[in-house]
């Protein structure tokens, strides 16, 4: 999916309690305290959508394009073939340094012709 649209994926009686980004697949939760008021619950949602940096990254292989979906700083996935990219362990704390090391981790993959769609 390359458009960029939210989606709320799971409610408390009116409430929405989680949502989701269709692009990069982030996931937003509504806190506690706004779980009985519908309302408020829904604007703050939108408010992490609309604040969230979408990370979705294209990267072109010889075979078939291939991406990278970030799913949190620690966390990428090959959308061709699922294979995860975890930062290493040392780099857990420091956010921007673990998605550089998931990017490269990334950017060295080949995609097995087995695994990929």
């Not at 703050?44 to 959508?49: I, P, Q, S, V």
């Not at 073939?81 to 290493?88: H, I, L, Q, V």
Request: charged share 30%.
């Amino acid at each position: 999916m390359d458009d960029l649209r939210m989606v709320f994926l799971q409610y408390l009686g009116e409430t929405p309690a989680m949502a989701s980004c269709t692009r990069c697949r982030l996931k937003f939760f509504t806190p506690r305290e706004l779980l009985k008021k519908p309302r408020e619950a829904t604007d703050y949602l939108w408010g992490k959508f609309a604040a969230h940096p979408c990370k979705w990254e294209e990267a072109i292989s010889s075979d078939h394009p291939r991406r990278l979906r970030v799913a949190t700083s620690n966390v990428g996935i090959c959308e061709a073939c699922e294979t995860r990219f975890t930062a290493s362990g040392y780099l857990r704390d420091d956010p921007k340094q673990a998605v550089f090391d998931v990017r490269r981790k990334f950017g060295r993959h080949t995609c097995n012709r087995s695994n990929a769609a």
